[in-house]
């Protein structure tokens, strides 16, 4: 069966530390795989989109990897702030136009 | 600033009431979503749309139908609420093509008593 897998629920760590969440997914295919940041009681925001070609890509102190041999994706916040605390979902679409399918997402804390 | 508008943050409704969830964009996609998010589940897809009067079911239909009669908008309908529709439902939209990302709105927290 088809699943995404974010391996960790909870996440905790010091200010300033890189914080490296992990999404693995079984029996898909997808071109690319998308990230969102999710604060409670709102819906998710769109982060970062990476495709199957791309081994790396990054926006600010946001660095996605995709690594389609593992079937993995890397989402890395670097020096890391209290105000990233929130739940981080990956999101992918097997080939064709499908809706996104979403993990159960990760709750990362950042202790001052 | 473009965004999806879901029209109640909050609502109480009492099991066998028909509720309508409203959603609107102001972005011009051609795509819009329906989830549901439960806690230890994650977002569960319930109906999707891809054109103007077109749906597709997604994979937890039961219960619910769609609306979308003007491309803008897109009803969720609970045709008789029922106590395990209790649920945080987040409306999305995005651009046709499998490479752009979804634009949610703020979600509605439906509680069926």
Redesign the interface.
């Known amino acids: 069966s088809q699943k995404i897998e974010q391996n960790s629920e909870a996440l905790n760590i010091q200010e300033g530390k890189t914080a490296t969440l992990t999404c693995n997914y079984t029996n898909y295919s997808p071109?690319?795989l998308?990230w969102?940041r999710q604060d409670p009681?709102?819906?998710?925001?769109?982060l970062l989109?990476i495709?199957e070609n791309e081994k790396e890509k990054r926006k600010e102190r946001l660095k996605v990897t995709f690594d389609t041999t593992l079937k993995q994706s890397l989402f890395h916040i670097t020096a890391s702030q209290p105000a990233d605390s929130a739940t981080y979902?990956c999101?992918l679409?097997d080939s064709g136009?499908t809706?996104?399918?979403?993990?159960?997402?990760t709750r990362l804390s950042v202790i001052a | 600033d473009v965004k999806?508008t879901q029209s109640s943050r909050y609502l109480v409704k009492r099991t066998g009431e028909k509720v309508f969830l409203e959603c609107v964009q102001d972005m011009d996609h051609e795509n819009m979503?329906w989830?549901r998010q439960d806690p230890?589940?994650?977002?569960r897809?319930i109906y999707?749309s891809?054109d103007v009067k077109m749906k597709e079911k997604?994979d937890i239909p039961e219960g619910y139908s769609v609306s979308r009669e003007k491309k803008e908008r897109f009803s969720l309908i609970l045709e008789s609420a029922s106590t395990n529709q209790t649920s945080m439902y987040?409306c999305?939209s995005s651009l046709?093509?499998?490479?752009?990302?979804?634009?949610?709105?703020?979600?509605t927290?439906l509680t069926v008593v």
């Not at chain 2, 230890?40 to 977002?43: E, R």
């Not at chain 2, 046709?96 to 979600?107: A, C, E, M, N, V």
């Open positions: 071109a690319y998308q969102y009681g709102r819906g998710p925001v769109f989109l495709r979902l999101a679409a136009n809706p996104l399918v979403f993990g159960k997402g | 999806v979503f989830y230890g589940l994650g977002l897809l999707f891809y997604g987040l999305a046709s093509g499998r490479s752009y990302g979804y634009t949610f709105g703020s979600g927290r």
